[in-house]
């Protein structure tokens, strides 16, 4: 057992000084540093099949580099012994909803929810069925205030505002956004809807406040930039517009709406 433990923790060690050296990796040699950790971790969860550390680093490599079928078949390999295990659906959720596959991110946070009943589960389903209209959003919503705590509350807010912007009434949902943020005045995600609804009502110069304040209060909110972009395109401010996108990819430099958006205004 002694040298089973040492071994483990040896193995361990050098995934973890194989991570260290992946970040210093010159950018050509990116993908053969990727395919070293893969072979590692393969090799490892080979000898260790029950270590769920090891399955999670290597789902977490194929979750950097957007390989999301690698990452879900491990995640459900993983789930076929562990079916119990709320955090094993909850990766698969993250992956699904990452990968743009919002019914299935649904199904596995219920699954979450069902073995772990936490705020956050709740949060997280009640946020995802509003983005598909369903009105099991406003119940979770409802069922969050009655808490009563203002953690909760602020987000079953942000939900009632997201639901509304769905389903075309954005004007409620600005409303919704207004009693969040005077809850916390840092839910960047608030500051964003709002601002995204501002917009879609034609409204360009109040979005623009809306999310100077956003970046003003977080300087790295990448989709803040990006909105603000937007927003300046309509207002016939095309180099403003440009800064703006190219603020977001400093701080996200694979933010793919940005890059279409510098490259679409700097060819005109």
Known sequence: MKLTLTWLALLMIIISCNNQDHAKENSKRGSETTFA???ILKDSILKFPDLLLLKEELIQLYRDSAAYDKALTITNDALLNDSLNPRLWDIKATLHFEN???LNAI???ENAFNLNPSPRYLILLGSLY???KSKR?????DALIKTKQPETEKEALFIKGLYHTYTGDKKSAIGFFD????LDNRHMFAYREKGIALYDMGKYDDAVTVLDKAVTLQNNFDEGYYWLGRCLEKLNKPN???EEYKTALLYSPDYVE??????RLKAQ
């Open 130 to 132: 509003a983005q598909t």
């Open 137 to 141: 959003a406003l119940l979770i919503a």
């Open 100 to 102: 743009e596959d919002t």
């Open 240 to 242: 403003d517009a440009i």
């Open 258 to 263: 940005a890059k279409d958006a510098l490259e």
């Open 37 to 39: 950790r893969e072979k």
């Open 179 to 182: 009693k969040c943020l005077n």
């Open 107 to 109: 199904a596995s946070f």
